[in-house]
């Protein structure tokens, strides 16, 4: 984890650099990898009650420094100190739940002339590339599916949040045999060189999808298998008898909580044409109600956008939203301080088409789309290039189960949105990725299976001889 060279790493809510971390050189990472390889073998001989147990200390050591990991977590990332606390918890928690996880290895023919087994074993050394949206969250959840699984690893996190992934990274040098746990720093040139290294046997990634397709380029050489976790456009359909109170506070909840940089954010709603004024006054007074601030200000709900490109991309909606029609019931503006902070806002005015509510905005602002025939906007969800997450509301739920089956989503919700849970497998489909994240579905992920056939002996029959 010693670079020769630093970068400065910036505080969004002042837009002025607060710290250095190293980055990797090429020798580095080669380093890396190589004690990763040279762990691997031992590391999966141990077991997995053992290799629990290491997590579950990693899990420890991460509550017992929850105040100052949230605190590296805020500076860098921006959200308010209370969610970054809770980050980090989750991140124990999501640990300790995944750890819990065996992959059995399973007899499908027992029969008098053959034993045909499926047998589970490690894929080897893991490198994974994590996003700024949820650094120290994101990041555990690849540490805990490769290792319990017997896989080493080589993890980087993002240049704009490394901090509290590195002092991860610190804590584990005293908890995982050496090489286990690799943590390198480094920005889109470190990680184009881990995609295209030939020291790994999978890829883990987390972050755009223009970015999950040049790793996909350039890991395509090696055939190795890949998790790409992508952007999403993630849409929720309020049908008209459902509850545009439940929606408003999924919306508020999901697509203004961390500025909307959340993947499975909902990004833009569809309301029947008779309640779209009801969904905007309502979603409109939520986002009105945020206090925005510097995460540390006390009563703070709010933090900045995390950087200066992200913070450019929503202002840029926002400006062509306004320019194409788009009324904005709430918000609209960014503030007049330093730091990249922008308004809660809520657009409506907008259709398919325009860019707010065809384009994934990764930011705190919501149109609502009014709509006549349900089956259009399953036809226009359809066709778009996404399908991370949706949801429907409504009082039906039957009817609500039937329009969610409808729509190519890799997870669809009926009255709530984004449900997460790490013993939930996490599809990836279309652009927002490929593989299956979290449960057991996930943790094979890191495994390759292997098929073996034993020719069993005849039976010994008696006198035969
Ligand atoms: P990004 O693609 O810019 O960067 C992500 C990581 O990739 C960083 O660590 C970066 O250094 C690295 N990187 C950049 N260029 C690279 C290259 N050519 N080769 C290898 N690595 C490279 O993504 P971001 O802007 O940090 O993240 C935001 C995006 O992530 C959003 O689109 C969001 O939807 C997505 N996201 C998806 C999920 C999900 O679960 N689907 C979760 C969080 C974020």
């Known amino acids: 984890m010693t670079g020769a060279a630093f970068e400065e790493v910036i505080d969004p809510s002042t837009a002025e650099a607060f710290e250095l971390y190293p980055v990797a050189t090429a020798d580095e990472l080669d380093r890396a990898v190589g004690?990763?390889?040279?762990?691997?073998?031992?590391?999966?001989a141990l077991g997995w009650d053992a290799r629990a147990q290491c997590l579950e200390q990693l899990a420890d050591a991460i509550d017992a420094q929850t105040d100052w990991l949230a605190t590296l977590h805020t500076?860098?990332?921006?959200?308010?100190?209370s969610q970054s606390l809770?980050?980090?918890?989750?991140?124990?928690?999501r640990i300790r739940a995944m750890a819990r996880y065996r992959i059995a290895d399973r007899i499908l023919i027992d029969a008098q002339d053959r034993r045909v087994t499926e047998r589970w074993h490690p894929l080897g050394v893991i490198a994974a590339i994590a996003p700024w949206n949820g650094p120290l969250l994101l990041g555990m959840m690849k540490v805990v599916t490769a290792l319990i699984c017997g896989n080493t690893i080589v993890l980087k996190p993002s240049e704009l949040t490394p901090l509290s992934t590195l002092e991860i990274g610190r804590l584990g040098l005293d908890l995982f045999p050496a090489g286990v746990f690799n943590v390198v720093g480094g920005g889109r040139e470190t990680g184009a060189a881990m995609a295209a290294h030939p020291g790994f046997d999978k890829i883990s990634f987390t972050g755009s999808t223009a970015t999950g397709l040049a790793i996909a380029r350039a890991s395509a050489q090696f055939l190795r298998p890949m998790t790409l976790e992508l952007g999403g456009n993630d849409a929720a359909i309020l049908l008209p008898d459902g509850s545009a109170d439940a929606l408003v506070a999924a919306a508020a909840g999901t697509g203004f909580h961390n500025n909307g940089q959340f993947c499975a954010a909902v990004k833009r709603i569809?309301?029947?044409?008779?309640?779209?004024?009801?969904?905007?006054?309502?979603?409109?007074?939520?986002?009105?109600?945020?206090?925005?601030?510097?995460g540390f200000e006390p009563g703070v709900t709010m933090g900045p956008i995390q950087n200066r490109a992200q913070?450019?991309?929503?202002?840029?909606?926002?400006?062509d939203a306004k320019a194409v029609g788009g009324c904005a019931v709430?918000?609209?503006?960014?503030?007049?301080?330093?730091?990249?902070?922008?308004?809660?806002?809520?657009?409506?005015?907008?259709?398919?088409?325009?860019?707010l509510v065809d384009e994934e905005q990764f930011g705190p602002v919501i149109p609502i789309v009014s709509y006549d025939d349900v089956d259009t906007v399953i036809s226009r969800i359809n066709a778009g290039p996404y399908g991370l997450t949706g949801s429907?509301?409504?009082?039906?739920?039957?009817?609500?189960?039937?329009?969610?089956?409808?729509?190519?989503?890799?997870?669809a919700a009926i009255n709530r949105h984004a449900a997460f849970d790490a013993v939930v497998p996490f599809p990836l489909i279309k652009q927002s990725g490929?593989?299956?994240?979290?449960?057991?579905?996930?943790?094979?992920?890191?495994?390759?299976?292997?098929?073996?056939?034993?020719t069993l002996p005849p039976p010994d029959i008696e006198g035969a001889a």
């Open 270 to 294: 569809y309301a029947p044409a008779s309640m779209v004024d009801e969904v905007a006054g309502k979603l409109a007074a939520l986002a009105n109600g945020f206090v925005l601030g510097n």
């Open 330 to 355: 709430a918000g609209g503006a960014t503030l007049d301080r330093p730091g990249y902070f922008m308004q809660p806002t809520v657009f409506t005015q907008l259709t398919d088409g325009h860019r």
């Open 75 to 81: 500076m860098e990332q921006g959200m308010p100190f």
């Open 392 to 411: 429907i509301w409504t009082a039906d739920l039957d009817h609500g189960e039937a329009i969610a089956a409808r729509i190519a989503v890799g997870s």
């Open 35 to 44: 004690a990763a390889r040279k762990a691997q073998p031992g590391w999966a």
């Open 311 to 319: 913070f450019d991309k929503v202002r840029a909606f926002v400006a």
């Open 86 to 93: 809770l980050y980090v918890s989750v991140a124990a928690r």
């Open 434 to 454: 490929m593989g299956i994240d979290y449960a057991e579905e996930g943790l094979k992920g890191t495994m390759r299976m292997q098929v073996m056939t034993t």
